[in-house]
């Protein structure tokens, strides 16, 4: 009988024991997408805007839903999956890795990483390659003596001259993209010129300030392998994805990604800043109920009377005091989509660090306080010599 009561009360440890295990792993779950959104300021800020206009303006929440460019939001959510899947493959850290141990002076590196950057940021948008460049660069700080802050600054100038390329490059070419009839390809036509001349610049100034002097390596650096499984079905949900989009099925196309990522890499889905998606839609709704304003409504009526000049300077302008995302959400409201306004957003990435989410991205990311005067020394330049350089090739 002893026997048989140990045996009894043993047994319902076991059975707490299972679901306590699965409540572990839900927590964990639910914190790990969450965390993000309760250190997001900048999506309090925006919660905070959105509710004191709503407060002024009530009758406008039945319409929140038509206020967000859906396509715009699955376009960016299913580039950020597909990025999460390539990252957590292992593959950028493996072939990162090796490029480090090949290249053997500071201007090769830098040139590299300048270009690198561009090139990711052009088909992975600019703030995912830089989510793949910095880390790269701070892992340099504990092996070598490279002027990192310096990498990270011309890297951020990177993302914003080759992001600006494609359609899918950066959010405000996502929506330009969306907004416009013009294809995958009649839209990179489009920017290929203004692109060109920035990353031409940008390579001759890197080849400037950084000097032909061997790096001197303080520990050798190993080289891990990667999925490659994992690796060949994102590139290949990728094509998928991109088609999808261009034939405007962005829907069913997302709807694939989710389901081959579910399969294959659940993780991923956890993974991705879901706040970032968020963020977007609450800059959809804070911009429209902006424009709603009585006491604004005027003011921004006159932009559709603007010359192309005054509209270009706007647009640049309007980059560096609310970023360039926001204003192509407002001028898009007033404009349509065309060069003109694809030119003046994507320059105003430039100059102020607020001009571009990806400029705050690295320099919060590097975590120097100096960095940002530093950066400003570089992207003030830029802003003057791209302004000019693309309001000739719209006048051209």
């Known amino acids: ?3 048989v009561n140990v045996a009894f009360l043993c047994q319902p440890l076991v059975i707490i024991d299972f679901p306590m295990t699965q409540l572990t792993t839900t927590y964990r779950a639910i914190n790990t997408i969450f965390r993000p959104f309760l250190k997001d300021r900048l999506l309090h800020i925006l919660l905070v805007l959105g509710i004191g206009l709503t407060v002024l ?3 406008k929440i039945t319409a929140f839903p038509q206020f967000i460019d859906w396509t715009t939001i699955v376009t960016l959510l299913g580039l950020m999956l597909l990025t999460k899947g390539v990252e957590v493959s292992g593959y950028f850290d493996f072939i990162g890795r090796k490029i480090i141990n090949t290249l053997h002076t500071e201007r090769h590196l830098a040139l590299f990483l300048v270009l690198s950057a561009a090139v990711l940021s052009s088909f992975l948008t600019n703030d995912v390659a830089l989510f793949i460049i910095v880390p790269l660069i701070l892992t340099l700080k504990k092996i070598s003596s490279l002027p990192v ?5 011309f890297s951020a100038l990177a993302v914003n001259a080759g992001s600006l390329l494609t359609p899918i490059g950066n959010p405000q070419n996502i929506l330009l993209w969306s907004r416009s009839d013009l294809s995958f390809m009649g839209f990179t036509r489009q920017m290929a010129p203004l692109a060109a001349v920035i990353l031409l610049t940008l ?14 390596k303080q520990a050798s650096s190993p080289i891990y392998p990667y999925q490659f499984r994992l690796l060949l079905s994102c590139v290949a949900l990728y094509v998928i994805f991109i088609i999808c989009v261009d034939l405007g099925l962005a829907n069913y196309g997302l709807l694939i990604v989710f389901v081959g990522l579910l399969l294959m890499a659940r993780r991923v889905l956890l993974a991705i800043d879901w706040s970032l998606i968020v963020v977007f839609m609450a800059m959809f709704i804070d911009v429209r109920l902006l424009t709603e304003l009585p ?14 000049a005054a509209a270009y300077i ?7 005091l609310i970023s360039n995302v926001p204003a192509t959400i407002l001028l898009l409201n007033y404009l349509p989509s065309s ?3 694809a030119y003046a957003v994507n320059i105003g990435g ?23 005067l530093k950066f400003h020394a570089y992207s003030l330049p830029f802003l003057l010599w791209s302004a000019m350089v693309g309001w000739y090739l719209l006048a051209w």
């Open 57 to 59: 303006m009530p009758a």
């Open 339 to 341: 060069a003109l306004v």
């Open 149 to 153: 802050s310096r990498l990270i600054i």
């Open 350 to 372: 430039f100059g102020f660090a607020l001009g571009s989410m990806a400029n705050l991205i690295a320099l919060r990311m590097a975590g120097e306080p100096a960095i940002w």
């Open 314 to 320: 706007l647009g640049i302008g309007l980059s560096q």
């Open 295 to 308: 006491a604004l409504q005027a003011l921004f009526g006159e932009i559709k009377t603007l010359s192309h």
């Open 1 to 3: 009988m002893g026997c």
């Open 203 to 216: 390579l001759a100034v890197t080849w400037w300030r950084f000097p032909a002097r061997t790096i001197k």
